[in-house]
T-cell receptor, first 117, second 111 residues
Framework: EPEVTQTPSHQVTQMGQEVILRCVPISNHLYFYWYRQILGQKVEFLVS????????KSEIFDDQFSVERPDGSNFTLKIRSTKLEDSAMYFC???????????????FGQGTRLTVV | AQSVAQPEDQVNVAEGNPLTVKCTYSVSGNPYLFWYVQYPNRGLQFLLK??????LVKGSYGFEAEFNKSQTSFHLKKPSALVSDSALYFCACRRTDKLIFGTGTRLQVFP
């Protein structure tokens, strides 16, 4: 079964440092997402990405965050200057969405646990 | 704005007993509803979805969910719980391109 893969599984970084979280979505999927989960709690939407641009972002996704799909396969989330409150599990997801069909499910990666110290 | 609510932070059930994890939604128009499960230190795994048609949908691992339009609910059920079902369960809805998750319910099944 196709799957979304994320690297690294765990990242520890010092406050103020830049981090890049990487994801390889399912090939032939069209929509890509980043979600965040703090301490096993609510899964929060960060950003959606379609056709090589951001289609929607939440209020959490401020200027410190950016996403890109540099080579047509990887999908990355960059945090420019990490804060302690950025410590969370970050999930990447991809979604096929054929035409206007909203019924298909999104597939999630295993997550990257980011710890900011 | 679309939203889902999971009123219970935790549900405890004895192994072999039926379980229900509650979810209500607030979505204009026809909702697309999903259940995902998260096992410890793992990602989110898709369990089942409601799109249209039969109000009772069946999914993975013996789980099913009942869509009730009048009560705007989509409760997750299983006739006989297993200890291995212990996990965090998330209800989600999609109205546009975005999946919105509930706050999650921790299911604890005791032997």
């Amino acid at each position: 079964e196709p799957e979304v893969t994320q690297t690294p599984s765990h990242q520890v970084t010092q406050m103020g440092q830049e981090v890049i979280l990487r994801c390889v979505p399912i090939s032939n999927h069209l929509y890509f997402y980043w979600y965040r989960q703090i301490l096993g709690q609510k899964v929060e939407f960060l950003v959606s990405f379609y056709n090589n641009e951001i289609s929607e972002k939440s209020e959490i996704f401020d200027d410190q965050f950016s996403v890109e799909r540099p080579d047509g396969s990887n999908f990355t989330l960059k945090i420019r200057s990490t804060k302690l409150e950025d410590s969370a599990m970050y999930f990447c997801a991809s979604w096929a969405r054929w035409n206007t069909d909203l019924s298909t499910e999104a597939f999630f990666g295993q997550g990257t646990r980011l710890t900011v110290v | 704005a679309q939203s889902v609510a999971q009123p219970e932070d935790q549900v405890n059930v004895a192994e072999g007993n039926p379980l229900t994890v509650k979810c209500t939604y607030s979505v204009s128009g026809n909702p697309y509803l999903f259940w995902y499960v998260q096992y410890p230190n793992r990602g989110l795994q898709f369990l089942l979805k409601y799109i249209t048609g039969d109000n009772l949908v069946k999914g993975s691992y013996g789980f099913e969910a009942e869509f009730n339009k009048s009560q705007t609910s989509f409760h997750l059920k299983k006739p006989s719980a297993l200890v291995s079902d212990s996990a965090l369960y998330f209800c989600a809805c999609r109205r546009t391109d975005k999946l919105i998750f509930g706050t999650g319910t921790r299911l604890q099944v005791f032997p």
